[in-house]
């Protein structure tokens, strides 16, 4: 059976006796953002407030329960252990109770015990060496026994320490999603310990159900108990074996909680599934989306592209149903563009040559006013490979080709002020513009003496050196700022407009691998050296094409915004309807 078939075909089954309207829009639930994630926790909320399952009256009344553990608290072991909070403590109620069950605290029906310090010194004697749990052992339902440590204790403490099937398992804490992970120890080696930051309940009672007690203390009631009394750090927290004995406990009747176990079990299969069932969906729509998209710049003519298109088109709403589609397509759009088939050539456009022509003499100027500090750059012969063959009247460029210098920022880190002139990092471009919100400022004679080497202006392209590798900006600003080392300049002349196509060229796929190709520092540090980026390969076009395609591609960017706000706003409509439904069933 497919996982949608076991996903769907349970439901109504399942769910015979929860609220309609819950019932019939489970699965919509589960499909919204963290749907199957809010549906766990909304089937345990449900479970531990005893609204999963229905109450019978003929049920053995919590009471018997209770007094059956009132003689496993008379035992001198319990009684050495036991560290009880104050009697006239009062117990308070998370929430309302069916009634027939009844608040306790976990410690009147568990006998709560830590387990074995490590690095104890001293002679042990009749030493015996055994596997124990630590944390990382003991996740939230299952425990994990590869790769267990082991610790030497005496023989005569193996009583204390050693875990018997059915023993809940809780942990101390660590990192906030260790506080409180538990767990059932079913016996899975013969003889096993547990280390001091893992808590060991075991029931005073032989009609303890340590399953209903894994439910309710996975439960995100009892996660906000132990959020709410951890001993918190920046980033660790825990709780100790008094707050852990304190701890509010709804106790149903016996037959009650299996019931309510087996029926929690059942839906968490089915999340399971459903689970699973997004998975697939995602991956079958990965692999679908990147087979329709790849035979777009797979296309060599217009006319294929075309046909191609028409094939995407058809399937859109099947394809275009999640942001991150969009961003593909939007991809795709940039490679289109770049390989010149996203507009029609014209033959009478000027070709790239002569554009190249008129870059070399305003380069030439350029370098004549600056004499004597840094010139241009020189053409480089260590190129990259070319990727595709060139449109008409197209030129395959080295950015030092149509740059009249390529630079970088200071390398030597200036005395920040309050005020002054902005000093711009690789935080501060985002690819779109310059972000002068979150900026350093510098003393105005330091901006000078940067500025001279390296100089900033409306139209010219910055480019990130480190960190996001080649995620360009084009200066969109006449305020005067000044760059980091981490920012590449590549200031373009002025006579021609081409820096709106270049922006969009360095932010391609196309240009995406090539950085990967030149990127310095290893495999796990992002950099791109000054002396190689005149290494990448630049598709020219025409500069009348050049218009064409940054209009078109503009126009078709605008519509990818539009279509990713329209997905994310029916997104936030799906998530405000599955928390109504929620808060109902949970009010009920």
């Known amino acids: 059976m497919s996982a949608v078939l076991e996903a769907r075909e349970p439901s109504a089954r399942y769910l015979a006796d929860a609220q309609p309207a819950l019932v019939r829009q489970f699965e919509m639930l589960a499909t919204a953002p963290g749907g199957v994630a809010r549906l766990r926790d909304l089937i345990l909320r449900l479970a531990v407030q005893g609204?999963?399952?229905?109450?019978?009256?003929?049920?053995?009344?919590?009471?018997?329960?209770?007094?059956?553990?009132?003689?496993?608290?008379?035992?001198?072991?319990?009684?050495?252990?036991?560290?009880?909070?104050?009697?006239?403590?009062?117990?308070?109620?998370?929430?309302?109770?069916?009634?027939?069950?009844?608040?306790?605290?976990?410690?009147?029906?568990?006998?709560?015990?830590?387990?074995?310090?490590?690095?104890?010194?001293?002679?042990?004697?009749?030493?015996?060496?055994?596997?124990?749990?630590?944390?990382?052992?003991?996740?939230?339902?299952?425990?994990?026994?590869?790769?267990?440590?082991?610790?030497?204790?005496?023989?005569?403490?193996?009583?204390?320490?050693?875990?018997?099937?059915?023993?809940?398992?809780?942990?101390?804490?660590?990192?906030?999603?260790?506080?409180?992970?538990?767990?059932?120890?079913s016996g899975e080696l013969p003889i096993c310990l547990h280390q001091n930051h893992v808590f060991k309940a075991r029931g005073l009672t032989p009609s303890w159900n340590s399953e209903w007690a894994q439910v309710y203390l996975n439960s995100p009631v009892a996660r906000a108990y132990f959020a709410s009394c951890s001993k918190q750090t920046t980033n660790l927290a825990s709780i100790n074996m008094t707050q852990l004995k304190a701890c509010a406990f709804p106790l149903p009747p016996v037959a009650e909680q299996a019931r309510i176990v087996a029926r929690v079990d059942e839906l968490m299969r089915l999340c399971d599934a459903l689970e699973a069932q997004g998975r697939l969906e995602a991956e079958q729509h990965a692999r679908l989306l990147g087979t329709l998209l790849g035979t777009l710049t797979d296309s060599s003519t217009p006319e294929e592209l075309a046909a191609n298109w028409k094939r995407v088109a058809d399937h859109f709403d099947l394809l275009l149903d999640r942001p991150e589609a969009v961003d593909a397509l939007e991809q795709t759009v940039l490679q289109l563009a770049v390989r010149g088939l996203l507009v029609p050539q014209d033959p009478r456009d000027e070709p790239a040559s002569e554009l190249l022509k008129a870059i070399r003499e305003e380069k030439s100027r350029w370098s004549n006013e600056r004499r004597g500090r840094r010139e241009a750059p020189e053409s480089r012969t260590d190129r990259l490979g070319v990727p595709f063959a060139a449109p008409p009247g197209w030129s395959w460029v080295g950015p030092d080709q149509?740059?009249?210098?390529?630079?970088?920022?200071?390398?030597?880190?200036?005395?920040?002020?309050?005020?002054g002139v902005a000093f711009i990092s690789v935080k501060d471009i985002n690819g779109s513009t310059v972000n002068f919100s979150d900026c350093k400022y510098i003393a105005e004679d330091e901006h000078r003496e940067i500025n001279a080497r390296c100089n900033p202006e409306r139209g010219d392209l910055l480019l990130c050196r480190i960190g996001t590798l080649g995620r360009a900006t084009l200066v969109d600003t006449?305020?005067?700022?000044?760059?980091?080392?981490?920012?590449?300049?590549?200031?373009?002349?002025?006579?021609?407009?081409?820096?709106?196509?270049?922006?969009?060229?360095?932010?391609?796929?196309?240009?995406?691998?090539?950085?990967?190709?030149?990127?310095?520092?290893?495999?796990?540090?992002?950099?791109?050296?000054?002396?190689?980026?005149?290494?990448?390969?630049?598709?020219?076009?025409?500069?009348?094409?050049?218009?064409?395609?940054?209009?078109?591609?503009?126009?078709?960017?605008?519509?990818?915004?539009?279509?990713?706000?329209?997905?994310?706003?029916?997104?936030?409509?799906?998530?405000?309807?599955?928390?109504?439904?929620?808060?109902?069933?949970?009010?009920?």
């Open 478 to 588: 006449d305020r005067p700022f000044s760059l980091f080392v981490s920012v590449g300049l590549i200031k373009l002349p002025k006579s021609k407009d081409i820096g709106r196509y270049l922006h969009m060229v360095l932010s391609s796929p196309l240009l995406a691998e090539q950085y990967q190709s030149i990127k310095a520092g290893g495999s796990h540090t992002n950099k791109l050296n000054l002396g190689d980026i005149p290494r990448l390969q630049i598709p020219l076009p025409p500069l009348a094409e050049q218009a064409r395609i940054v209009a078109r591609v503009t126009e078709l960017r605008r519509l990818c915004t539009n279509l990713r706000q329209r997905l994310n706003l029916s997104k936030a409509t799906q998530t405000a309807l599955a928390d109504a439904l929620v808060d109902p069933a949970l009010a009920a």
């Open 402 to 419: 149509v740059a009249l210098q390529i630079t970088d920022g200071t390398h030597h880190t200036p005395k920040y002020q309050a005020r």
């Open 51 to 185: 609204k999963l399952v229905q109450q019978r009256e003929h049920d053995n009344p919590v009471a018997v329960l209770l007094r059956e553990a009132e003689p496993a608290k008379e035992g001198a072991a319990f009684r050495s252990r036991f560290k009880a909070t104050k009697t006239d403590d009062e117990l308070i109620a998370p929430f309302a109770l069916p009634e027939s069950w009844a608040w306790v605290r976990l410690g009147e029906v568990t006998d709560i015990s830590g387990g074995v310090t490590l690095g104890r010194k001293g002679t042990v004697e009749q030493p015996i060496t055994l596997p124990y749990l630590r944390v990382a052992n003991v996740q939230r339902w299952n425990v994990l026994c590869q790769d267990l440590k082991t610790v030497t204790i005496a023989k005569t403490e193996l009583d204390r320490y050693q875990l018997r099937a059915g023993d809940l398992l809780i942990t101390e804490g660590g990192d906030w999603d260790k506080v409180g992970r538990t767990a059932i120890w």
